[in-house]
């Protein structure tokens, strides 16, 4: 009788040292991380005043807060499409994003909403979507780029259109 009660006390002791020393399972949340960096972006074919499918590269240049206190540097390449892309905005885009942090690990986002504007010259683009593999597995991800083309407005009148831009980048996942 004292085996089984000695056993079930035993274990319920190591269960609450576990909890106190801050101990969770593998399938706990992960933090929060955000990133900030400078993005190129290139278009293919080029932006122009009509609609047409646009597929969309990009790299990025971040920097992440990974934890509370930790920082570290990170690289991202994006490869996305736009069924109606013009000069004047993004419709429907879809991307797939991948980070590889510092440290060596990566997340690989799909971003399957996504809109973009434009006021005063400057495309603020703005993508939602999930973590599918990786840091942040599961999470939930949230993009958004200003970005001023590289080239005049009337490039949007030749037959080469705006091939690319430069701007800004914050990125979010979230548990």
Known sequence: ????RGLGVALCSLALIG?????A???QA??????????????SPGLRLTPQRISVQEGVAYTCTTAPGRV????????????????LAFHAIR????????????SVIFYNTGRATRVLGVNTVRLAGIVVSGRGQGGHAERVMQVTPAGTP????T?????????????????
Request: hydrophobic residues 30%; aromatic residues 6%; proline residues 5%.
């Open 154 to 157: 009337a490039a949007c009148v």
């Open 72 to 87: 570290t540097a990170a690289t991202s390449h994006i490869v996305g499409e736009s069924p109606g892309g013009t000069c």
């Open 19 to 23: 909890a106190a020393m801050g101990w």
């Open 1 to 4: 009788m004292f085996r089984k």
């Open 95 to 106: 991307a797939r994003e991948t980070v590889r942090y510092g440290d060596g690990s990566t």
């Open 25 to 27: 399972p593998a399938t």
């Open 30 to 43: 992960h933090t929060p991380i955000s990133c900030t960096g400078d993005a190129n972006t290139s278009y």
């Open 159 to 175: 037959r080469e259109g705006i091939q690319s831009s430069n701007g800004q980048v914050q990125m979010r996942i979230l548990p």
